[in-house]
């Protein structure tokens, strides 16, 4: 039983950490990223359909996105989905691919991006904490249901905050290697 709490916890802080990259992923640095994409749906053929499902996505250049989708008939929907999205680019359609170009950032707006990538890490630590609380909550109440004894919840509780800091050093990890992304000129 506490062997499950354990798990459950490591796999929940696991998602935290996995949520924080694609909330990161969201954030423009300068340079292509095809992530910026990922939450584009495009109507075809009535249907909402991820970009990526209906296009090859590609990175010629730097700051350069190549948009090639399988079928050319959903090209104008997919420049339609691109600008109605709130990446904040406009696209460029030759008639067969669409061409997005990633301003360059100001430093400024660099520094506002870091804060902000900042604020997320904060938020995903949080979310840990959470975790850590609930599953140190659900190995009290097997102690006092006498499933544990008084020794093995202090043990438990141990591994609970080995397990929350390694997820800490993590997300920790994720945001200082997008700071540094974004702080790189």
Known sequence: MQNIVLNEAKEKMTKSE?????ELGQIRAGRA??????RIQVEYYGVPTPLNQIAGISIPEARVLMITPFDKSALENIEKAILASDIGISPTNDG??????????TEERRKEL??????YGENAKVAV??????????????????????DELHTLEKDVQDITDASTKNIDAIVSSKEEELLEV
């Open 96 to 105: 067969s691919i669409i061409r997005l170009v990633i301003p360059q950032l």
């Open 129 to 150: 904490r959470n975790i850590r609380r609930d599953a140190i909550d659900e190995l009290k109440k097997l102690e006092k249901s006498k499933d544990i004894s008084e």
């Open 33 to 38: 990223n095809a992530s910026l994409l990922d």
């Open 114 to 119: 870091a804060k902000e990538v900042s604020k």
């Open 18 to 22: 996995e949520s924080l990259t694609r």
